[in-house]
C-alpha cells in the first residue's frame, strides 16, 4: 500500500480500519526494504566501554555522527539510552506488548483493527520499511491507542516508531522503548507531545525562539505569509516527515540523548538554511508553507546533515529549564483561550452556536470560553438555558424547580455593577435533599469558580492545581475544623444591617461522590472545607467553603457575597457584596 515516498493517512471515523496480517510479523524479521536506503552503513568496530562512557561525551559523539558508523553499535545505543529514560512507575514493556498484541489480533490470520484516533490527519511516512515493517508499525501504533488512552494528538509517533523500527530486535522491544519515552517524567523536559494543547504549545514556542534567534527569517516568513504561525505550526513535520532519512536519524541520534530542546536547535538551522537559499522577491505569490516544505525535503542540495547540526548546536538557546517554563507559560495561554488537553486537531468546541446563542448575561463569544473550560464529555452538548431571574423571577424555590434533574450546569451572574461571575456545578442540585434536615455540601473535584467580566479566569478546585497540600498531611492528623456559625444573609449590604452578611455554612457530607476523572487521585484532605463544592438550602445556595464563601446569595436570588474559599483558592470574584441584575443557569442539551 505505501510507496517510497510518505503515505498520508487520513481517519475520518471509527469505520476506516487497517488489516493487519497477525502471522507477518513473528520472528523478529527485518523491517528495512534495503534496495530504498540511501546508502549501507558500514559494520565498524565498537568499542565495549562506549556506553559507559559520560554524558557530555556521549552527547559529543552523537553530535559528531558516531553512531551512524555502525548499524549495530546504534541499536544498542538507543535501546541502552531509552532504558535509561525516566519513566512512569507503571509503563507497558515487550512482554505486555507480546500478550496485548496477541489478545487484538488474535488468532486469524487477517483481522481489520481501526487506526487510533490520536492519528487523526497524521502523516505517516515509512522510512523505507518494506512490506512487514510497515505491518509492525501499524500493529504497534495499535496497541500504543490501546495501552495509552490519555494519548488525544501526536503527530511525531508514527516517525519515531518507524525510525526505530530500523533498529529494533523485534516489534516488542520497539514498543517498549517508544513507550518509555511516552511515559517519561523527567524533570523540565518530554519527548513527546500527546495533546493538541501541548502540540499548539510546543509550535507557539518554536514560534517565540524563532522570532528572537531567526529575525531575518522571520520577517522574511511574516511579509509573505498571512498566517505566520500556521507555518511555524509544521516545524516537527520538518524534522519527522520531510527530511531524508539520513538526515532524520541524525537528528534522532541526538533527541534521544538531549531531548526536545534539540529539536528546536535543528528546526531553528532549517529556518536560517531557508532564509540564505531564498529572498521575498522569488517568494512573492508563492505559498510559504509548501516552499519551506520542500526546501526540507531537498535540503540535502543545500547543506550537509554534519554542517546543519554545527549550525544547529551554535545557536545559543536557552536553558532547557527556560524552554519548558516558556513552554508551560504557553499553554496556560491557549488553556485560557479554551484548548483543553483532551481536544483533537479538529473539534475546537463548536458546541456554542453563534448565531443562535442568546444570553442577557455573556456573549457568544464569552460562553464559547466558558464551555471550554468544561470537562470535554459535557462540552461537547450545546447550552440549553434552564433558569433566568428576568423570565423565571427572582425566587430560589423556582430556581430549584428548573435546575433539577440537569447535572451538570452552569450558573452566570451579572452584578448591578455590571460584573460577571459564575460556576460549573458538576451534580444536580436535587442532591441536596439527601441530607435531610441538615444542609451538605456536594458535588465533585470538577466543580469551578471563573470570572468573566472585567477580567476571564477560571479558579479550579485547589487540589487539582495543588496536590502535594493534599498528599502533605497524614491521615492520623486529619482534623474536620467546624465552620463557624453565622447568620442568614442581610436584607442590604450596605452597611445599615447588623447582620453579618453570610449565610450559615452547611456542615459537609462524609463521603463525598468524586467525578471519574477524579476518582483515581487518592487525594489525603488535610480537612473537610477544601472540599466545599456546592449546597443548597430554603435559607440560599453556597458555592466553596472554607475560610469563606466563593459565592453565596439568598433566597431571593437578590444580594450575594463572594470571598477567598479554600475549595477554589479563588479571590472575590467581582465586589465582595453585591446585588444581582441578572442571574441564569444552563444546562447541556442531551447531556
Known sequence: VFGSSPVTIVITSEADTWDIDAASCLGGAQFVDWDRMPDPEQQAHIPRDILSKPPKELKKLAREGYWAASRALRAQVYHQLIQQVACRLVTPDALVYRDVASRLFGMPSVSSHPLPEFLEGCSM?????????????????ICVGNLFPDITYSPILPSLVALLLHYSEDEAQCFENISRLIASNAPHTSYIDQSFLAHQASCMTFGDLANKHCPAAHKLIASTSENVFEVYS??????????????????????????????????????KQYRLSATSAELEGTDIKADLQAFVQNIAEHVTVDKLLERAFGIRLFSRKEIWLLQMANR????????????????????????NFSSSIVTAQEMRIVWSWIPERFSLFPPLLLFSTSEDGCSLQRFYTCCEGYEPTVLLIKTTEGEVCGAFLSSDWSER???????????????????????????????????????????????????SPASLLGSSPDGHSTSSNRLTVPTP???????????????????????????????????????????SLDANLLWGRTEHCETFDNPPLCQENFKVQLLEVWGFQNA
Not at 511516512?125 to 501504533?141: F, R, S
Request: with cysteine.
Open 332 to 355: 496556560k495561554a491557549l488553556m485560557e483561550r479554551g484548548i483543553t488537553m483532551v481536544q483533537s486537531r479538529q473539534s475546537f468546541h463548536l458546541a456554542v452556536d453563534m448565531q
Open 234 to 271: 509544521e516545524w516537527l513535520s520538518w524534522l519527522f516527515h520531510d527530511l531524508p532519512f539520513n538526515y532524520a536519524i541524525r537528528v534522532f541520534d541526538v533527541y534521544l540523548l538531549e531531548g526536545q530542546k534539540v529539536l528546536y536547535r535543528i528546526a531553528l538551522a532549517l529556518l
Open 433 to 483: 435533599k439527601k441530607n435531610g434536615a441538615t444542609s451538605g455540601f456536594f458535588g465533585t473535584g470538577e466543580c469551578f469558580v471563573f470570572t468573566v467580566h472585567p477580567e476571564t479566569e477560571r479558579y479550579e478546585w485547589v487540589f487539582i492545581k495543588k496536590p502535594e497540600l493534599a498528599k502533605a498531611v497524614p491521615r492520623s492528623r486529619q482534623r474536620s475544623p467546624s465552620p
Open 509 to 551: 457530607q462524609r463521603k463525598g461522590r468524586l467525578s471519574p476523572f477524579l476518582a483515581i487521585r487518592h487525594f489525603l484532605l488535610p480537612s473537610k472545607t477544601a472540599s466545599m463544592f456546592m449546597s443548597g438550602s430554603r435559607e440560599g445556595i453556597v458555592i466553596g467553603g472554607g475560610g469563606g464563601q466563593a459565592l
Open 125 to 141: 511516512p515509512t522510512y523505507c520499511l518494506n512490506l512487514e515493517g510497515v505491518t509492525a508499525l501499524k500493529k504497534i501504533l
